[in-house]
């Protein structure tokens, strides 16, 4: 129930960008309709409030969008469409969204610190990313590195560059409604930084490479509960806000202090948004089981016989299991790509993946027979249970 209505002339500003990006490459002959439009847009948000909803619904004005941003919500209403030329129209879209924003950037750098740009290169690199088509999954996954920088060089991954909007009880109506949104500014960065850390945890899980962002970089507060952060009205956001105050700063959580925090996750302030922070807790613990196949594989290949790296080796491996094991409690209502994060975690502390990779025939013939004497003895061992199990 999105109260924004897509107007004709955010149409017509489609229309043009679309035109003038594709040039004399791709014909326009009709162009869908503001009500066909304005349902793909809502579709396009509706996609990401399923997981951590890091676009706000409610406080969204397509008339003080960005044309760029649009193309890209159509672009991704519409491949969630079952429809083959409604799909295929998406994929196009998309296209025009990737020569826009690198258009803009190009005529104003400065453009690169909007939220609206930010979120539009999101959404491309989003459905691109994973949308099985081999070039465009290539060339999103080699922009992924720009849209990395510019957050970092901003200064979005540090809890610094967060300003504390907090109401008060005294606050006239016009006040309530300017901190609701500047609070929901604030957040929406908060929320785009975690949903890029996940897309490149997904990614270097996919890719079977190094992840682009440290955990121990992201310092920023964890976002707010998720009643609040989708509170229709800042009367509303209001009301939640006096019943459940936000933590103090130096109460304020983040990933890195998640991971390097014993303390279990239910132990969240309520103010948190809990799902997305065991799902972020899950996807740091995912950077360190790749820390620790890496140099796994290092003294694998050496002839290092150093006893308390062995053991060290050892206790890394147990305590990450452990974590892994406490998190099956948080993980009921967490979304399904962290119930398939979490078991390929689990398999991946067992087993060297690049050996599988190996032996399904990525490096040919040759080294599918090396990795094939290997798994023939880790099949035998202990892991190789936990592994398959």
């Given at each position: 129930m999105f109260p924004d209505e897509l107007l004709s002339s955010s149409r017509d500003q489609m229309f043009r960008l679309v035109v003038t990006t594709a040039d004399a490459k791709v014909s326009v002959p009709t162009f869908p309709s503001v009500e066909c439009l304005d349902i793909l847009v809502k579709?396009?948000?509706?996609?990401?409030?399923?997981?951590?909803?890091?676009?706000?619904?409610?406080?969204?004005?397509?008339?003080?969008?960005?044309?760029?941003?649009?193309?890209?919500?159509?672009?991704?209403?519409?491949?969630?469409?079952?429809?083959?030329?409604?799909?295929?129209?998406?994929?196009?879209?998309?296209?025009?969204?990737?020569?826009?924003?690198?258009?803009?950037?190009?005529?104003?750098?400065s453009t690169i610190r909007d939220l609206q740009y930010l979120q539009a290169s999101m959404i491309w690199l989003d459905v691109c990313g994973f949308c099985g088509h081999k070039r465009k999954m290539e060339i999103a996954e080699s922009n992924l590195q720009p849209l990395v920088t510019a957050l970092r060089r901003f200064g979005k991954f540090d809890k610094a560059a967060y300003e504390t909007v907090t109401p008060t009880p005294i606050d006239t109506t016009e006040e309530i409604e300017a901190k609701w949104r500047r609070w929901v500014h604030v957040e929406s960065y908060k929320r785009l930084v975690h949903h890029l850390f996940e897309h490149d945890m997904l990614m270097a899980m996919a890719k079977h490479r190094q992840p682009l962002i440290s955990y121990a970089e992201l310092s920023l507060p964890l976002p707010a509960s998720r009643h609040l952060w989708l509170a229709p009205s800042a009367e509303i956001w209001h009301k939640l806000f006096m019943e459940n105050p936000e933590p103090t700063q130096s109460d304020h959580r983040s990933v890195r202090s998640m991971l390097a925090d014993q303390k279990p996750l239910s132990c969240l302030p309520g103010q948190y948004d809990h799902?997305?922070?065991?799902?972020?807790?899950?996807?740091?613990?995912?950077?360190?089981?790749?820390?620790?196949?890496?140099?796994?594989?290092?003294?694998?290949?050496?002839?290092?016989?150093?006893?308390?790296?062995?053991?060290?080796?050892?206790?890394?491996?147990?305590?990450?299991?452990?974590?892994?094991?406490?998190?099956?409690?948080?993980?009921?209502?967490?979304?399904?790509?962290?119930?398939?994060?979490?078991?390929?975690?689990?398999?991946?502390?067992?087993?060297?993946?690049?050996?599988?990779?190996?032996?399904?025939?990525?490096?040919g013939e040759v080294e599918a027979h090396c990795a094939y004497q290997d798994l023939r003895l880790w099949s035998v061992e202990k892991s190789a249970r936990i592994a398959i199990w």
């Open positions: 579709v396009g948000i509706a996609k990401r409030l399923e997981t951590d909803a890091w676009i706000h619904p409610y406080t969204f004005s397509s008339e003080h969008t960005r044309p760029e941003l649009l193309i890209a919500l159509v672009a991704a209403g519409c491949v969630c469409f079952g429809v083959p030329a409604v799909n295929r129209t998406g994929l196009v879209l998309l296209e025009i969204a990737r020569v826009a924003l690198n258009k803009l950037i190009e005529e104003d750098n799902g997305l922070a065991t799902t972020m807790y899950l996807y740091g613990i995912s950077a360190q089981t790749w820390e620790y196949n890496q140099q796994s594989i290092l003294m694998a290949n050496g002839n290092d016989d150093d006893a308390s790296l062995q053991l060290w080796m050892q206790s890394r491996h147990q305590s990450l299991y452990q974590k892994l094991k406490s998190l099956t409690v948080n993980l009921e209502h967490s979304p399904a790509t962290a119930h398939l994060t979490y078991q390929y975690q689990m398999m991946s502390l067992h087993v060297n993946v690049d050996t599988v990779i190996r032996f399904a025939g990525k490096c």
